[in-house]
RNA sequence: UCCUCAGUAGCUCAGUUGGUUAGAGCGGCGGACUGUUAAUCCGUAGGUCGUAGGUUCAAGUCCUACCUGAGGAGCCA
């Protein structure tokens, strides 16, 4: 007999057909006569009922069937008595394949705090919140090469480890077969990275982005999608070491281009969120309802499935940099003090600038563009004002910078200028320059936070709990 | 890394100006009852009060250091 899953059987097609189903239980409501096992495999948020009969299968036996043991049912398939669900399974035979201890399981069929089931990463998928979250982020996934797929984009792997430490992105973690005691050294003391495995200092990569603009300018259009790590010591709510990075890199892709594709490419994700995932979306949404009750009034969010609709049905805002300090100096906060930290051109902005911008006055999603080049990239396109870069910024609210990205400078004599001023070592970049050596073209590109897309869809709060197994300052559980 | 707050039963928390035997709800276990919906009712077990020092006749409570977590900031995606 073919095992179903859940999913397929609870819409009621399959009334009154034998059906063998397997999964773990959720719950299990006693009683003398009946006993009601919530069976849940992963395949959906929904539970299936089944119908124990007592005298059939025998209080000890039913004993053994505890929150989280898994269990092989087969049953007739009817229609249920209950309001709680549309089919039940009239079990008729039950196999167990593994106990779970009350005693010590200590995932309770109650609401835990997310703290707790951090704790417990490695059993935290057995609940209703992460499960819904992780079919979501499978399915952002598939919709992410999908995208890409349907407009033509190849999916490039760039390294993980990398030989080059100029990407300038952030602090790297040191890739070595050394002895970290007691490690080769040179006459002046420091470490000799010639004897290391890759006869080199080698990381893991910080951003794929410059073997992502080799591929573009030859392939046209190409996307990563890998791990990627940063190792600075960020305690937030919206950074890991180890996080996952969408890198698309086009081809005669001008900024306005660049800006276009970054919108469509949010919207359609969402889009994709709106029409596979309503059922998840739908727990999520009312298990926020429930904690934003617990906030006073003025601090609650926009309801999640208005939100994700609100953000995939407008235009995001425009808006250069010169423009933003304007409205900036212009706003009730700054004239009255509120902001901890100046608004000043040239300076970066800082969150409660970035958050002003996109939840108090244009309340939707900003591109902010055209930055200072001091306060950016080597690689950013320099504008013909001799001040500015082609550099955007796409600003949520409620999670703040989702993408960075540019147009990259395409003149050999303008990029080597800039990394000369920056301090980037351009001998060791050689491979980097050929791109504009050889057939160098406009091009542009940006990454995603795959996580931080992640918490806007899923409404979550704490980038912690929309990765499987988070990787932080201190913590490198499972 | 900085600032603020927290750490008490398996979980979520209460614990008065320092003062006898540290409490509740949920969960577990035992029982009753019931086509139940995080069922209900009765009973019951369960604690190195984050760790290490210190102050005191007396510390869950006060002080110091450290560890861990959360919120905010910086860095960024």
Known sequence: MKRLKIKEIIGGELIGTQVLVKGWVRTKRGSKN???????????????????????????????????????????????????????????????????????????????????????????????????????RHAMAFAIHNYFNSKGFIYLHTPIITGSDAEGAGQMFRVSTLDAKNPPLLEDGSVDYSQDFFGKATNLTVSGQLEGELGATALSDIYTFGPTFRAENSNTARHLAEFWMIEPEMAFYELQDNMDLAEDFLKSLIKYALENCMDDLDFLSKRLQEEEKNKPMDERSMELIEKLRFVQENDFVRLPYTEAINILKDSKPYKKGKFQYPVDWGTDLQSEHERYLVEKHFKKPVILINYPKEIKSFYMKQNDDGKTVSAMDVLFPGIGEIIGGSQREENYDKLVKRMEEMGVPVHEMDWYLDTRRFGTVPHSGFGLGFERLMLFVTGMGNIRDVIAFPRTPKNAEF
């Open 34 to 136: 009946v006993n009601f096992i919530a069976l849940n495999d992963g395949s959906t948020i929904h539970n299936l009922q089944v119908v124990a009969d007592v005298e059939k299968f025998g209080e000890e036996f039913l004993k053994d069937i505890n929150t989280s043991a898994s269990l092989a049912i087969i049953g007739d398939l009817v229609a249920s008595q209950g309001s709680g669900q549309a089919v039940e399974l009239n079990a008729t035979e039950i196999v167990i394949y593994g106990k779970a201890d009350p005693d010590k399981y200590p995932i309770q069929p109650k609401k835990h705090s997310l703290e707790f089931l951090r704790e417990n990463a490695h059993l935290r998928f057995r609940t209703a919140t992460f499960s819904a979250i992780f079919r979501i």
